[in-house]
């Protein structure tokens, strides 16, 4: 969350190779409880910026993302401590708006325009996510909401959209335009992995291979000379160093 009162403060996109894309001169704060979450959380939300159409007393003008890191430790079957990392960004996106209904005028209607053009992108993003071809090109750079997003979309990662909408038929266009977002990002496929070391997942699928050869060998009469379904041989064995 930004330390500074100063809610307008632009801020910067950065990328690093081992950790990705950042916001630069944020605050990231180390928590032990779920209460220190939430007092987090407050101070962030505080500083989103919000004011008043004719559709919404408290509208959004802004996106907000809030970032849980989460590490975890464990000794590995060589003794050593094994450190998996996961990222979970939960995603307040400012609804689109028609400034028919709302009237917005002078900065409430800037703040429309850019809100509208990243949704805009975000909808671009996801589609060509669905549709595209592997190893297509995908306009993540195309907006600062989509850059940052880039791994909880098309990158190691599970996603979910929650949509709200309203039973006004006055907003069923907005409902059912809303409701056909995110249609199409339930269609985006990623493959989700484990985030640690290549050492500790080399040494993790090796040890699972060895139990699952001890499994084999004791279904098989406890003894190796009698022919594996998985294709056990001492070449194997000993390339994962079982004797």
Not at 124 to 136: F, P, R
Not at 162 to 173: F, K, Q, R, S
Not at 174 to 190: D, H, M, P, Q, V
């Amino acid at each position: 969350y930004m330390g500074s009162s100063n809610t307008k403060a632009k801020l910067e996109l950065k990328e690093k190779p081992d950790t990705g894309v950042y916001v630069k001169d944020l605050t990231a704060i180390v928590v032990t409880s779920v209460d220190d979450l939430k007092k987090i959380q407050v101070h962030g939300r505080q500083n989103r910026m919000t004011a008043e159409t004719l559709m919404n007393g408290c509208s959004s003008r802004s996106h907000a993302i809030f970032t849980i890191t989460i590490e975890t430790s464990e000794l590995g079957v060589d003794g050593k401590p094994r450190i998996r990392a996961g990222k979970l960004h939960m995603v307040d996106l400012a609804g689109s708006e028609r400034q028919s209904k709302t009237e917005a005028t002078g900065e409430r209607q800037i703040e429309a325009t850019k809100i509208n053009l990243s949704l805009s992108t975000l909808c671009h993003v996801i589609s060509t996510l669905v549709d595209a071809k592997e190893g297509a090109f995908v306009p993540y750079r195309n907006s600062k909401l989509t850059r940052l997003l880039q791994d909880s979309l098309g990158g190691n990662t599970k996603t979910v959209m929650i949509t709200n909408i309203g039973p006004a038929d006055y907003n069923y266009e907005e409902s059912l335009n809303t409701l056909r977002y995110a249609s199409r990002a339930k269609f985006i496929k990623n493959k989700p992995r484990i985030n640690e070391d290549p050492k500790d997942a080399m040494i993790r699928k090796f040890q699972e291979e060895i139990e699952q050869l001890k499994a084999e060998l004791e279904r098989a009469g406890n003894g190796p000379e009698k022919s594996l379904s998985g294709g056990f041989n001492q070449e194997r064995a000993g390339n994962m160093g079982v004797k």
